[in-house]
């Protein structure tokens, strides 16, 4: 069974809805976003709880043990069950927040909508009234929940990326990308293929460069989820390092075309020396019985620049209030309740989900039941969000692209990441 929900895999086709007018009213005397922000900050009472289909068995019996709580039998929540399709999960949000509907009150999000949610005037701030305390959280999740320097959400659930590798050929897995470089020789000796990440024209494409470019020490956008900031030498150190290998062999040909699926499979049936994927392969590699390496693979943080560990990609869920909520302060008692250690804890045991709370990945009973998680910190505190912008699903587009070009040696680095600025551009300039 997967450990994690994984980020990204279905969200590339999803078509972004033009921003609503943040500071228009709509007829009938409704009031306006900045309106709605500063409404129903202590009104209690019955409210909603929106996810997508509740899989691991995780959201039901905590809604149960919260309308339980005698403190609550005036504010009862009622969970509203998505379906399994984050397109689909996506787009019913999208017609409620428009709609300036209050039938939503906490709704769950990924962690690539949490900004354009927020730059819509969608999800209450958190602060004053509603401040959340931080302290405990895994600092890359509140960067994830943050936008244009101000806390939107609560961090719920979180994800990184690992480095797979063979145990067996390799004792120690490498430190940088030049040191697993250095290794693949040993890999072809063996009669395997060395490196294989994620690379077709999706979601995870954006994943994989996103990480090459952070751990080079380039980004994407500014700060103000805008301005493309990738046309710099960084940047293009970052994505040189997959073209060259494609160019060398080290990654093979046909990883042009892997999703997780394929990359899992390859490694699994023991052709791949190194393999970038989520935690959630984890339990797959060790259980499946088809697994030719469910004896022999280790876990690490993602190949660094020689400084450290790579700049992970995050993933994850975050939990936020919708400003059109008419009991917030029941949503806001809800969403501590939620995301607290002990039900953080219960993410994991119930879920495997992996917690957002610091203290957890220090539990030795927890990590001696699942070894990955010490790993997985170490990929989460180097963890970078993937662009936090408004415009995400056309950043994600312009990224996978125009880095697929250049990949596929269509086009030189410097002209993809021309081409890629023009189009994060275009993007948020509304071209």
Not at 56 to 82: C, G, M, Y
Request: glycine share 8%; proline share 6%; net charge negative.
């Amino acid at each position: 069974m997967p450990v994690m929900r994984k980020a990204g895999v279905v969200l590339a086709a999803v078509t972004l809805i033009p921003l609503a007018a943040c500071s228009s009213s709509s007829s009938g005397g409704s009031s306006t976003s900045s309106g709605d922000a500063a409404a129903n900050l202590t009104a209690r009472g019955p409210f909603s709880y929106v996810q997508g289909k509740d899989n691991s068995n995780v959201v039901k019996p905590l809604i149960d043990k919260w309308n339980a709580d005698p403190a609550n039998k005036d504010q009862q929540v009622t969970f509203i069950e998505q379906s399994a399709d984050a397109n689909a999960q996506l787009e019913d949000l999208k017609q409620h927040f428009l709609a300036k509907s209050s039938d939503y009150d906490v709704v769950d999000v990924d962690v690539v909508w949490t900004a354009e949610f927020a730059a819509n005037g969608w999800l209450q701030p958190l602060e004053g009234n509603l401040a959340l305390n931080t302290d405990p959280l895994i600092p890359a999740t509140v960067d994830s929940a943050t936008y244009a320097g101000k806390l939107y959400a609560s961090p719920q659930t979180t994800d990184g990326g690992i480095l797979y590798y063979r145990k067996d050929l390799f004792p120690t897995p490498p430190a940088s990308w030049d040191d697993m470089t250095a290794d693949c020789p040993k890999a072809k000796q063996a009669g395997i293929d060395c490196y294989a990440g994620q690379f077709q024209k999706y979601e995870g494409l954006t994943v994989n460069v996103a990480e090459a470019i952070n751990t080079a020490g380039g980004t994407i956008v500014g700060p103000d989820g805008s301005t493309p900031t990738v046309d710099s030498p960084e940047a293009a150190a970052g994505l040189q390092k997959l073209v060259d290998g494609f160019k060398s062999g080290i990654i093979p040909p046909d990883a042009i075309q892997f999703l997780e699926t394929e990359s899992l499979n390859d490694f699994e049936t023991g052709n791949l020396a190194f393999m970038r994927n989520w935690p959630y392969a984890y339990s797959l590699l060790s259980t499946d019985a088809s697994s030719k390496v469910k004896n022999t693979f280790g876990m690490a943080p993602l190949p660094g620049d020689g400084n450290g560990p790579g700049a992970s990609s995050l993933g994850g869920h975050n939990m936020a209030i919708s400003v059109y909520s008419q009991a917030k302060a029941s949503a806001f008692d809800f969403v501590n309740f939620m995301t607290s250690a002990e039900t953080e804890k219960f993410y994991i045991t119930q879920g495997s989900l992996a917690p957002v709370v610091t203290s957890l990945y220090e539990d030795k009973t927890l990590a001696k039941k699942y070894p990955y998680l010490p790993v997985l910190k170490q990929s989460l505190d180097s963890a970078v969000p993937r662009p936090v912008t408004p415009y995400y699903q056309a950043v994600s587009t312009a990224i996978q692209d125009n880095a697929y070009a250049a990949l596929k040696g269509d086009v030189s680095v410097q002209q993809a990441l021309s081409d890629m600025s023009d189009a994060i551009k275009a993007a948020s300039s509304g071209g």
